[in-house]
Every structure is written in structure tokens, then in C-alpha cells.
């Protein structure tokens, strides 16, 4: 795409008759090299390794549609995951993992065990400090070229990060901030594939570190915006929170 | 700059996110090429210089209808169903010089109409409203609603297939008799004898409170649950997740347990509401994983795959789903599903043909879109749009079997519930 994309430019700023060689695009860096200045541009990683817990609230909006909605979702050492929604006019979202059994529950799937790439991308999703582990997360990381046309005044390197199950998805970097750009993924769902676009911006320092604090995701013809509300460590989270619900139901009636 | 500058503003704001959402969102890119560019050379020109607003929505939406898709359409300020409201010499009931209301309210006088062989007729009264008390009763035939004649509804934004003039003849007599709470609206009407009658309706409030979701009209949701013998029946009138998901599945449960051998879900009128709720209806009656279709997005495609929910038992019992040409959409898609998994048996109309997954966006100037973003196939591959659901058991409803108070699709129904495999 990159000499796709020199190759027009060129052809533009000069005359036909003059022959051009097209130019090469840089080398790729090595896909380590671009994750760990990432993990230098994020902060400190001490910073974050202090706590146990964090819960994030986010807003999440569709213009167009009128629609707003908030998620929170706790993260805990241990792989241990809790997200929940409550949608106006559909209802709670649920899902998490307690390290070993990943779950959703919602209006339209039901209470379901997660496998296969669903659960990976909760594990994936559930894995403490995975902000600065994205090598050791994936089962493979590899430098790409964009996979879109860089918007004008930006520069981006591009990781491509293999799950062990399910699509692979591209992260982009901006090449002087080091701060994540832009993703293109694929979210394993009950029905099949759901690919998305995100491009993130509004980083801000918490705690030490650098979140990002907007998100605006297009998941096919729809387009979400996601602002970050509020970030709290360590407040107290009963291990419950993140087992399968029926479990607890069951217990409770044991008791 | 003057109101008539602003107005000619808004129509090419209007105009053009109308065009642009089709280019960009469409399921079908195909339909978005070169015909498209011609379409807005055409369309464009005539609608920002229509004399009036109804004529540039009409203008619009005739641009739109040239695609021959369902659920694709722009309402906005100003547009014909707001401008009826200003007609009064179009809601004067005939003989009587009383105007009356014509709205989008959601009172209603209790009374659905449909096209039954090829006229309008009453086909349900609901019990103690305004409609009842009337002396209205199904079989009679309604030949003006507000003083409008049913017989020259205005023109549709696209040629309609047979079924769909049927549809959008059901949906215009909602419409019109739908308005504000203690509003009152006229029905012209021939009885039993085809004597004619002139009869002045109240709207009556509804019986519990309207939902607005997402950018959708308010809807008045209703679940009618009942039982015949052993037979239980679930009628709905919206697919809502909130409340009617709730109720529909705990009146399942309801009959799971009490060991009824049939369930009867009558879909008729039925217009859809959230596609993704077929699935959360269809798992409580499979007993595993099974795929009712594919949704097919403009760059991918999901299954709908039904699952029973892990704190669920589902019904292993018969299933019998009743149709007809108000049938659309979602209640298209479960219908479909579980008809071609061989887990419901279908008995009624053939449904209007009307499947395809859809948003509801605002557009500039107050006007909002409903825009087709899906197709949907069933397992096989058969597209329900343009062709809708074939029932297993077709049963039309007469106008003489409404008159002597019989319900020949849930008759039908009945025999099929109980039949010993």
C-alpha cells in the first residue's frame, strides 16, 4: 500500500515524459523494537504493576442513532475479567473470566461458556499489564506495512498480532508519540467474525501512565464513540464477580 | 439570506447525507454504482425545486424506492404524514362537519384492518374499546378511516408486489387511526349486511406504556398469552427486547412447565422490531446450537445462531408459527429459521417479503433514515426479501369465515399442534 501510494505521488509531482522510479518504502522495524517504545511511551510499567485491580467506566455512544450507553469493566491480576452494560431498550451485557471459565451473558445470546476464539479474545483481553506484554500475549507479533492510507501530516508503524485462535489483528503506532493510533481486528462472536476499526486519541496521564481516553470504533455500518469516564484502582472486588453466574446461583441455593 | 436560501440549504443537507448513507452503508455495493450517480443526476435537480416539502420527501423517497429495497426510507419535518395533520377537509368524516385529529399518537381505537380478498376489512376488534363499543365487529368492511377512502391511498415511492400492497394497506389503516390519546377519528364502514354505517371513534389510551427505542416511532408493546386445551399461544405485536423478550420467553417457560404439548406464536401483524431477538425466542425452543441464517453485512457476514441459554430449560414440545402479510422482518427471520431446522411448523399467509437488517440514523434538518445494512439468508441460501415466507399449511382468512367469528389460521394451527407426529 505504502508504494502503491508513492508511486501515485511521484507520478503526480512530475512530468509524465520524465521517467520516475518509484521509491521504496523504509524497512520495517523489527516488531519488538516498535512494542517496546510503546511500552516506553505508556509509562512506567511499576506504575501500574503496584496495583491489583483497575476498573474502567466507559461512555459509549452512537450519534446518529441517539444512543448512549455505559460499560464498566473491572480487570484483576490473576487473568480475572468483568464487563457489564446496561443498553436502554436491550437490556445487560454481561461477560467475564475468572481466569479459567470465560462467559457471557446478554439478552440475545443468553448465559453461554466462551470457547475457542471468543475465549481467547478474553483472555486476551483479561491479561493484566497486556499493554506492555502485547509479545508475550500474542502467539505471534510481526512489523506490517499500514493497512490503510495513513491520514496526511500522520507517520505509522504497524505490529501485526497473531492470536492462538481466530483472526489476526493490526495495531498501528505513531511513529513520533510511540502512542497507538489505530487498530483493525476481528472480534470472535457467537454468529461469526465481527471485523472493527478503532483509532484511538485523547491520551492522558493516569497514575503514572498514558491511557487513551477516546476511542471511535466503526463495527460495520455503525459507529461508536467511546470516552473513558472514570479509572479506579483497587477498590475492593469479591472473587465472584468474575464466575460464571450460574455458579453462583447454584451455590446460593446449596446454602 | 432569505427562509427560501435556508430551506434549499436543508433540502441539499438532506438530500445529499440521504445519498451518501446509501453509497456508504448499503448491504448491497452493487446497487450503489454508476445507476446510483444517474439516480442523484435525476433525483437531485427535481427534489431541491419541489414546491413543497411533502413533494421533496416524495421526491426523495422515489429516488430511494428505485433500489426496490425494503426498510429504506427518509421521514423528515414537513413531510406527508405531518402535512395530513393540516388537511382538515381530509379528516372530515363524510356527512359530518367535525374535524378531528389525525396523529402519530399512540391511542388507537382498538380495531385492525386488512386488504382480505381484495378489500378492507376488519379482521380483530380489540374487547371493550371504542371500536367494540361501536358495534364494529370483524368481517365488516372499513371503506374510509378519517374521511380518507382506503381505496386512493396516496401512490407508493416504489411499484409494490401484490403482498406488499396488502401490507402498506394494513399499515396506512394503523396509521390513520392512530393519534393522540382521547382524539377522536371516523370510520365509514359496511356491516354484515353490507349496510353502510358512519361511526365516530375515541382513541383509547393504551393499556400499558409506549417504548421509544433508538430512533424508532413509540410503540405500544402488547403480549397476548393464552391457552387452548394443551395448546399455549403467545402473541406479540413488536420485537422489543425490553419488555416483550421477557415476557414471550417466561410464557414459554410458563408452558414448558405445565407440560403443554404445542406452542402457537402468532407472528400475524407482526412487524419486526430488533432482528437480533429472534435468536434469544428461537433458543428456548431448540435443544441445540442451531442456525436460523445469515445476516450479510456490506463487508461480512454473521450467523444467527440460536443456543439454549445455560440457566434455561427449552421447550421440546411442538411449535407452530402463524403468518400473513404483516408478518416482516425479524418475525420473517425466526419464522424462516425455525421452519427450514425443521423446528416450527408455519400455518397462514404467505409474509410480505420485507428482511433485511436495518439502522435508523438522523440526517440533517430533522430528517431521519431507516437504511438497509443487512441481507438476510436462510441456511439454504433462500433470501426472504422480495419473497417472504411460504407457510407449510397456506390458510387465507375470508371475510364470511371473520363474520361467523372464526379464526381460520389458528384453527388450522390447532389441528397441526395437536396432530401425533
Known amino acids: 500500500m505504502i508504494a502503491l501510494l508513492a508511486l501515485v505521488a511521484a507520478i503526480d509531482a512530475a512530468p509524465a515524459v520524465i521517467p520516475v522510479t518509484a521509491v521504496a518504502p523504509a524497512p520495517l522495524r523489527d516488531a519488538k523494537l516498535v512494542l517496546a517504545d510503546y511500552s516506553r511511551a505508556i509509562g512506567d510499567q511499576g506504575a501500574w504493576k503496584k496495583h491489583r485491580s483497575v476498573r474502567v467506566k466507559r461512555e459509549v455512544s452512537v450519534k446518529a442513532m441517539h444512543f448512549t450507553s455505559y460499560e464498566e469493566t473491572t480487570i484483576a491480576r490473576g487473568g480475572r475479567i468483568f464487563s457489564t452494560s446496561e443498553m436502554p431498550g436491550m437490556g445487560r451485557f454481561r461477560r467475564g473470566s475468572d481466569g479459567r471459565v470465560a462467559w457471557s451473558e446478554d439478552p440475545i445470546g443468553g448465559l453461554r461458556v466462551l ?16 499493554e506492555w506484554r502485547l509479545g508475550e500475549v500474542y502467539a505471534k507479533v510481526a512489523s506490517v506495512a499500514p493497512p490503510v492510507v495513513v491520514p496526511s501530516g500522520e507517520s505509522w508503524e504497524c505490529v501485526e498480532l497473531t492470536k492462538s485462535q481466530g483472526q489476526p489483528s493490526t495495531l498501528c503506532f505513531d511513529n513520533k508519540t510511540h502512542l497507538r493510533v489505530w487498530e483493525k481486528g476481528v472480534q470472535a462472536s457467537q454468529g461469526g467474525d465481527v471485523p472493527y476499526v478503532t483509532r484511538f486519541s485523547d491520551w492522558r496521564g493516569v497514575d503514572g501512565v498514558k491511557v487513551w481516553h477516546q476511542e471511535d470504533v466503526t463495527v460495520g455500518p455503525v459507529t461508536m464513540e467511546g470516552h473513558m469516564v472514570e479509572i479506579v484502582f483497587d477498590e475492593p472486588v469479591p472473587a465472584t464477580l468474575f464466575a460464571l453466574p450460574h455458579k453462583e446461583k447454584a451455590k446460593r441455593k446449596r446454602e | 439570506m432569505g427562509p427560501g436560501r435556508v430551506r434549499l440549504q436543508i433540502r441539499q443537507a438532506i438530500f445529499t447525507a440521504a445519498w451518501n448513507a446509501v453509497r456508504d452503508k448499503d448491504f448491497d455495493k452493487a446497487l450503489t454504482g454508476p445507476d446510483w450517480e444517474a439516480a442523484r443526476a435525476k433525483y437531485q435537480p427535481l427534489a431541491l425545486a419541489a414546491p413543497d416539502e411533502p413533494t421533496f420527501y416524495r421526491l426523495l423517497n422515489e429516488m430511494l424506492g428505485g433500489l426496490g ?11 406527508e404524514a405531518e402535512a395530513r395533520a393540516d388537511e382538515p377537509e381530509a379528516v372530515r368524516p363524510p356527512g359530518s362537519a367535525e374535524i378531528i385529529d389525525v396523529g402519530t399518537g399512540v391511542g388507537d381505537p382498538g380495531l385492525v384492518v386488512r386488504l382480505i380478498e381484495g378489500k378492507p376489512t376488519v379482521s380483530w376488534v380489540r374487547p371493550e374499546s371504542s371500536a367494540a363499543r361501536a358495534g364494529l365487529r370483524p368481517g365488516y368492511l372499513i371503506t374510509h378511516i378519517g374521511g380518507r377512502s382506503l381505496a386512493a391511498l396516496p401512490p407508493s415511492s416504489r411499484p409494490l408486489r401484490p403482498v406488499e400492497e396488502r401490507f402498506r394497506l ?5 396509521h390513520l387511526l392512530s393519534g393522540p390519546v382521547g382524539s377522536r377519528v371516523s370510520v365509514r364502514f359496511l356491516d354484515g349486511d353490507d349496510q353502510t354505517h358512519d361511526a365516530m371513534l375515541t382513541r383509547d389510551p393504551p393499556a400499558r406504556s409506549a417504548v421509544q427505542a433508538l430512533l424508532m416511532p413509540p410503540i405500544v408493546p402488547e403480549v397476548r398469552v393464552s391457552h387452548i386445551g394443551n395448546v399455549g399461544i403467545i402473541a406479540f405485536n413488536f420485537f422489543l427486547l425490553q419488555p416483550v423478550l421477557g415476557e414471550v420467553q417466561k410464557a414459554i417457560d410458563g408452558f414448558r412447565r405445565s407440560g403443554a404439548q404445542a406452542v402457537i406464536l402468532d407472528l400475524r401483524g407482526n412487524p419486526g422490531g430488533f432482528g437480533g431477538m429472534a435468536i434469544p425466542i428461537a433458543a428456548r425452543l431448540v435443544s441445540r446450537e442451531t442456525n436460523l441464517g445469515t445476516i450479510q453485512f456490506r463487508d461480512f457476514a454473521n450467523n444467527l445462531v440460536a443456543t439454549p441459554s445455560l440457566d434455561a430449560k427449552p421447550f421440546s414440545g411442538k411449535v407452530v408459527i402463524l403468518t400473513d402479510e404483516g408478518s416482516a422482518s425479524t418475525s420473517e427471520i425466526l419464522a424462516a429459521g425455525l421452519q427450514e431446522a425443521k423446528r416450527a411448523v408455519v400455518v397462514g399467509d404467505n409474509t410480505v417479503g420485507a428482511a433485511l437488517g436495518s439502522t435508523i440514523e438522523e440526517l440533517p434538518g430533522g430528517a431521519v433514515m431507516q437504511i438497509p445494512v443487512a441481507g438476510f439468508k436462510t441456511p439454504r441460501g433462500i433470501a426472504i426479501e422480495g419473497r417472504g415466507v411460504q407457510p407449510d399449511h397456506r390458510v387465507l382468512e375470508t371475510r364470511a369465515a371473520l363474520l361467523g ?12 399442534a395437536r396432530a401425533v407426529k
Open chain 1, 115 to 130: 470457547k475457542g476464539a471468543e475465549a481467547e479474545d478474553m483472555r486476551i483481553a483479561a491479561t493484566w499489564n497486556s
Open chain 2, 69 to 79: 429495497q425494503s426498510h429504506l426510507e427518509v421521514h423528515g419535518p414537513g413531510d
Open chain 2, 170 to 174: 394494513r399499515r396506512q389503516a394503523a
Open chain 2, 405 to 416: 367469528g372464526h379464526d381460520a389460521v389458528l384453527d388450522a394451527a390447532l389441528v397441526q
